[in-house]
């Protein structure tokens, strides 16, 4: 008697038979589908099994064979007659062996892929001994990255030391606005909260925030119309240099903005002392 789930199992059987065509797949399939299961009868003729699938009439007939002779998933018994019709007989024995199969190798038990005998070993060629410089491209050893971009070097805005020490790449100039290359002390702010959260462990982090803000509270202590012009004003380079000498002395980060913008800012500390 055949098994309540014989059918799907012999769908299940025919996804994982490798070496079948598409064309052979999908008609035996369509054989599968014409099985009926009360009366045993299963003769779905050529000319149906083409209209049915979109396949040419020879296409089939070659599927057919090749399902019988060669890999020996069903059985057939012509008929004759003009619609060429012929029973086919599933092997439900071989079908299920091959469910049973598959079955088996699932739940076998397997071995790691990272034991010392199978550990991947990249070749010499793609392993570096030190980091990427800033700015150059290297061959990446990272399956996780993009394949069509390089990889990131190291550090993202150049090499900071614990002590505040900051020497720029130029990877810096990438953040200047597009109009007249001049950004707002605001954003300069964000960046350096974003290169602060890559080292936060680092003690020179702690005293760049306080360099910041101090040196943010002496602009404003100038007016509003100087902190305005600092800001319209100062690129990125001058950050850097006004936040380091800021952290080297109270005062400094402000005596080296008045220096480099000269008596534009102190032309905007005189027009707010008029306007009090």
Request: hydrophobic share 35%; charged share 30%; with cysteine.
């Amino acid at each position: 008697m055949l098994e309540k789930n014989a059918v799907l199992f012999a769908h299940k059987a025919l996804t994982l038979v490798g070496e079948l065509s598409v064309a052979d797949r999908r008609v035996a399939g369509a054989i599968i589908d014409h099985f009926n299961k009360r009366t045993g009868q299963c003769d779905p003729g050529n000319e149906r099994l083409a209209e049915l699938l979109g396949l040419d009439a020879r296409t089939v007939r070659r599927a057919t064979s090749d399902l019988c002779s060669v890999y020996g998933l069903f059985s057939k018994v012509s008929h004759g007659g003009k619609s060429h019709r012929a029973a086919y007989t599933p092997n439900w024995k071989k079908l299920t062996a091959i469910v049973e199969d598959w079955d088996c190798r699932m739940r076998a038990r397997r071995e790691p892929i990272n034991t010392d005998d199978h550990r991947a070993n990249p070749p010499a060629s793609t392993g570096r001994l030190r980091p990427a410089q800033p700015g150059k491209i290297a061959l990446q050893t990272l399956r996780s990255n993009l394949s069509h971009k390089p990889t990131a070097p190291s550090s993202t805005w150049g090499d900071v030391t614990c002590d505040g020490r900051h020497v720029l790449s130029d990877r810096c100039r990438d953040l200047q606005l597009e109009e007249g290359g001049r950004r707002s002390w605001e954003h300069a702010k964000e960046v350096s909260g974003r290169w602060k959260a890559r080292d936060g462990t680092c003690h020179g982090t702690a005293a760049r925030a306080q360099a910041e803000r101090r040196l943010d509270a002496d602009l404003r202590r100038l007016g509003w119309q100087a902190h305005a012009y600092a800001i319209e004003y100062m690129d990125d380079v001058m950050v850097e240099a006004a936040a380091l000498a800021e952290m080297r002395r109270h005062g400094g980060g402000l005596q080296l903005v008045i220096d480099q913008l000269g008596p534009r800012i102190l032309h905007g500390t005189r027009t707010v002392g008029d306007r009090n």
